[in-house]
């Protein structure tokens, strides 16, 4: 009987651990990868370790990297009440202002992101800034009754190219913990 019951208590116990492990792993970070949870918890995402952190405000973090030129900024701002707005409505004003004040502007990408839902939506872009120097952006956003959060993902074009897989990787970690981003 005792025998019994101890067989029974360390496959209970198995059982946890595993069920434990297969869940840490499910939210495990990548390795060469470290996560950013915003003060408030309204949103993460995860980074290269070789990054770093300048939280500007409480609605916006900047992730830059000492010897490169990719840039990560998430802004979450109060949207006004009267104003309707979608991702789609956002994306397609962005569209048109990248167009009239950008050089050799160009969408070479859009969609939406696999796991996020709401309102929500990307572009990739490629263009010249009033510097005249090229530039890629990724330009994610999120819409909630009041909040918009915008994610942008910039580097020049070779940077991008050759970062490709880590810019996915980025813009895929985007996980909104808080639906109303309060």
Do not use: W
Not at 20 to 29: H, Y
Not at 152 to 162: A, Q
Not at 170 to 180: A, D, R, T
């Amino acid at each position: 009987m005792i025998e019994t019951s101890s067989k029974t208590v360390i496959l209970v116990l198995l059982n946890f651990l595993l069920a434990t492990i297969l869940t840490a792993s499910a939210f495990a970070v990548e390795r060469g990868f470290t996560r950013y949870t915003d003060p408030e918890e309204r949103f993460s995402f995860d980074y290269p370790v070789t990054m770093k952190i300048q939280a500007v405000s409480n609605d916006e973090v900047r992730v830059t990297h000492p010897g490169a030129t990719l840039r990560i900024t998430v802004l979450v701002e109060k949207r006004p009440r009267a104003a309707s707005a979608s991702a789609e409505l956002l994306l397609d004003a962005f569209k048109k202002t990248l167009k009239e004040e950008m050089k050799d502007a160009a969408v070479l990408e859009e969609g939406k992101l696999k796991g996020l839902t709401g309102s929500q939506g990307y572009i990739v872009c490629t263009f010249k800034d009033r510097k005249g120097i090229q530039l890629v952006q990724l330009v994610q956003y999120c819409v909630t009754e009041d909040r918009i959060l915008q994610m942008i993902i910039s580097d020049r074009p070779e940077g991008f190219k050759n970062l490709k897989d880590v810019v996915n990787k980025i813009h895929q970690s985007l996980m909104i913990l808080k639906p109303k981003l309060k």
